[in-house]
């Protein structure tokens, strides 16, 4: 997106990247910590790492509705989800669907 921040690294952030990464093989993997925007709302944890941004492009996803997508990739975080992840915005899409 034009003026979003570059993605930020924190050692949930690689977690995050690491597990979708070895789950859907992307072409594409984005995740930017978005909990500095969340703060003082519901589910922000003082040290943050609740709030994330992830986009993905994969060929994974391909024949999956927008609902089977979230729910393969709530799925693959079910562990960080359990352990203080508090909300993801998901942008997942095919290479098609990116190139269109």
């Not at 977690?15 to 979708?20: C, K, N």
């Not at 994969?58 to 799925?75: K, M, Q, Y």
Request: charged share 20%; net charge neutral.
């Amino acid at each position: 997106m034009a003026n979003s921040p570059p993605p930020t690294s924190s050692r949930r952030a690689e977690r995050i990247r690491e597990t979708l990464a070895a789950r859907f093989v992307p072409a594409l993997i984005e995740v930017q910590d978005d909990s500095q925007q969340h703060a003082g709302h519901a589910g922000a944890a003082p040290g943050g790492e609740t709030h994330y941004t992830v986009r993905i492009v994969s060929p994974a996803f391909g024949g999956l509705s927008r609902l089977a997508r979230s729910r393969a990739v709530h799925e693959a975080l079910a562990t960080e989800l359990a352990g203080g992840l508090h909300a993801l915005a998901l942008v997942l899409k095919t290479p098609e669907e990116a190139s269109a």
